[in-house]
């Protein structure tokens, strides 16, 4: 969903809606997304017990990606109902 010149509600720009026949490629791109989310989590969780082994910039930059994909589920969501 690549964004367009125009005003999105991100401030970003319109995003470019896919057309129905895109469907299974965004269903893949969601379950790609997903799966590698879960692996990240993993990998994550033993910080939960010792937060000492993630570094500063570490987090912010986890708290960066996550934080962008978060803003983006609107995309993802009015896709969707379009």
């Not at 996550?66 to 896709?79: M, P, S, V």
Request: charged share 35%; glycine share 10%; net charge negative.
């Amino acid at each position: 969903m690549a964004r367009g010149d125009g005003g999105g509600r991100d401030g970003r720009g319109e995003p470019e809606w896919r057309p129905v026949r895109d469907v299974d490629m965004m269903t893949a791109v969601v379950l790609e997304q997903l799966g590698a989310n879960r692996d990240q989590l993993r990998t994550l969780e033993p910080a939960r017990r010792a937060p000492h082994l993630l570094d500063d910039h570490t987090v912010e930059r986890i708290k960066q990606v996550f934080g962008q994909q978060r803003d983006d589920l609107w995309l993802w969501i009015e896709t969707g109902e379009r």
